[in-house]
Structure formats: structure tokens, C-alpha cells
């Protein structure tokens, strides 16, 4: 249990937020740590092979919080969404509300909790090793290593903890009385946000960007790899990969043969449907546990 807990929440002049956790600060520093040096990994199939989500909906299910129909109903609504919808204002406003619905009513004791747990079982096997060993890399170069998530930055802090880095950048989710609201505080930490993310925090932690590395397997991150001194695409999409080598950036891929083409379902449209069914399905069992 991480038992130390310290969340930022920075606002800029034009009102996008982001969040920022670190883990326990008790945790051993390199005996020469480099100030103004940091990473910035991707987490979903830079750092774990397929989505955070998609592994957390697992270890929910296996919890019996909601059931196989449910995820399967739930998973076809959301499965149309995502094949008819675009990244236009609209959609991202429809995302944005529900992105963290799941949550509501949730303690943040309880989904750190579980989060451990779900990590332990389902998210530390799948940890690519290739990326793990390039952010110990910055960890004995004296760098801090943040995760960079889309998720709740609770969620991601806990990731972080447990792998002995330095802290997470996640969606801010409104807390009030240690409780989720299942509004945002802020925007989702999606494509150019996790790059204004990520500059609130160098202004805030003294980091030189130029002096600074981000990993990630996604083009929505280019914002995030064009704002550092030094880009790597881990495990990357087609048009991550022709772009990392017109930029000249350095290409990692941990992925083989039939073996990438597989944990790319997990990790885009599975990671969306079981996001979707988490947020159905969580919502019916708090009314079951109501009646």
C-alpha cells in the first residue's frame, strides 16, 4: 500500500488543467539526481502491452461488479460510438462527460485499492521489459520518470509507485469529501494536453524540456514527443512510425510477428468497449447494491 500522497493541480491562463501525483517521496533518489532531466512514458502499449483500462475492467470483472452480459451489451454501445464518431468538439464533449462516469460515488481509498490489486494480478505481467529497462536508464542517469495517462492520475500514481518511478500526469477527477463526483477538473489528458501537461510541470518542477526524453507508441502523442529534446517511438502505429523517421526520432518496438497484431485489439477497440461497459456496468451495480 502506498501510503504517502501528494496531487498538484495546476491551472494555466487559458484554463486547461492537468494533474500531476507523486509516489512516496521516502522511496530511494539516485545519490546524484539531474534537476532540470526527465522522462515522460506513454502508458498504454508503450509501458504495458495493451490499455490500463482494458486490464482494470478485467480485474472488475473478475470482482463481480458487473456481469458477462452486461460487458457484452454495454461493449456493442460503445463499439458504434466509437466506429461512427470522429474527433470533432462534439464527440470529445460526449467523452469528456463520460470519461470519468465509472468513478462516481467512488472513494479514492477504494479505486487505489483495487488498483493495486488489479495491478499486481493483470498489469505487472504485461509490462513490456524493453521499455521498463529505458526508464531505469533515466532512473540511474539521476532522471525522474513520470507516466504520462490518459486514466485518473490516482490510477496512474499507483502504476508509478509500483514500478519505482517517479510519479504520473493523469486526468484530474473532481474529488469531494474523498469521494468522486464523475466530472473532470480540467480536460482529458488526451493528445495536446499531455504536451501542456507536461510544459505546467517542467515551469513547476524546474525542468529544461530540451534536456528532457518522452516515449510513446501513439501519433496522438506527437504534441507530447514534439515538445521534448529527445522523442522515442516505443511499439509505434503506422503513422507514429513514418513520422519518427522523418523527424530522424528513435524507434523502439518490443512487439513480434502475430504477437503485435494481438495486443493492438486490447489496447484500442477493446480498451474502448470495456471503458464503456465499466461505466454501465458499474452503475448497475451500485443500484443492485442499493436494493
Known amino acids: 500500500m502506498v501510503r504517502s500522497r501528494k496531487v498538484t493541480v495546476s491551472t494555466d491562463a487559458h484554463g486547461h488543467t492537468a494533474g500531476w501525483a507523486e509516489t512516496d517521496p521516502a522511496a530511494p533518489t539516485p545519490p546524484e539526481p539531474d534537476p532540470t532531466a526527465a522522462a515522460f512514458f506513454d502508458v498504454d502499449n508503450t509501458m504495458m502491452q495493451g490499455a490500463s483500462i482494458y486490464w482494470f475492467a478485467r480485474g472488475l470483472a473478475a470482482r463481480?461488479?458487473?456481469?458477462?452480459?452486461?460487458?457484452?451489451?454495454?461493449?456493442?454501445?460503445?463499439?458504434?460510438?466509437?466506429?461512427?464518431?470522429?474527433?470533432h468538439a462534439g464527440d470529445m464533449s460526449q467523452a469528456k462527460e463520460a470519461a470519468l462516469a465509472f468513478i462516481e460515488g467512488w472513494r479514492v481509498e477504494d479505486v487505489e485499492r483495487l488498483t493495486e490489486e488489479i495491478f499486481d494480478e493483470l498489469m505487472a505481467p504485461r509490462i513490456w521489459s524493453g521499455t521498463r529497462r529505458l526508464a531505469q536508464r533515466h532512473l540511474d542517469a539521476g532522471e525522474r520518470v513520470w507516466l504520462v495517462s490518459a486514466a485518473p492520475v490516482e490510477i496512474g500514481r499507483v502504476i508509478a509507485a509500483r514500478l519505482g518511478l517517479t510519479g504520473a500526469i493523469?486526468?484530474?477527477?473532481?474529488?469531494?469529501?474523498?469521494?468522486?463526483?464523475?466530472?473532470?477538473?480540467?480536460?482529458?489528458?488526451?493528445?495536446?494536453?499531455?504536451?501542456?501537461?507536461?510544459?505546467?510541470?517542467?515551469?513547476?518542477?524546474?525542468?529544461?524540456?530540451?534536456?528532457?526524453?518522452?516515449?510513446?507508441?501513439?501519433?496522438?502523442d506527437l504534441p507530447m514527443l514534439s515538445a521534448v529534446g529527445r522523442a522515442v517511438a516505443v511499439n509505434p502505429d503506422g503513422t507514429l512510425l513514418r513520422q519518427a523517421r522523418q523527424q530522424g526520432?528513435?524507434?523502439?518496438?518490443?512487439?513480434?510477428?502475430?504477437?503485435?497484431?494481438?495486443?493492438?485489439?486490447?489496447?484500442?477497440?477493446?480498451?474502448?468497449?470495456?471503458?464503456?461497459?465499466?461505466?454501465?456496468?458499474?452503475?448497475l451495480h451500485r443500484r443492485r447494491r442499493a436494493n
Not at 474529488?175 to 515551469?203: C, F, N, S, W
Open 64 to 87: 463481480k461488479y458487473f456481469t458477462t452480459s452486461d460487458l457484452v451489451r454495454f461493449a456493442w454501445q460503445q463499439l458504434r460510438f466509437r466506429l461512427l464518431a470522429t474527433e
Open 170 to 220: 493523469g486526468t484530474v477527477a473532481e474529488i469531494v469529501d474523498g469521494a468522486y463526483t464523475g466530472r473532470l477538473v480540467g480536460d482529458l489528458m488526451h493528445g495536446p494536453a499531455k504536451a501542456e501537461a507536461i510544459a505546467q510541470l517542467a515551469a513547476v518542477e524546474g525542468l529544461d524540456l530540451s534536456r528532457c526524453a518522452a516515449y510513446s507508441d501513439s501519433s496522438n
Open 249 to 283: 526520432w528513435e524507434v523502439r518496438d518490443f512487439r513480434t510477428g502475430r504477437r503485435a497484431v494481438k495486443i493492438a485489439v486490447p489496447s484500442t477497440a477493446a480498451a474502448g468497449l470495456v471503458a464503456g461497459a465499466v461505466t454501465a456496468g458499474l452503475a
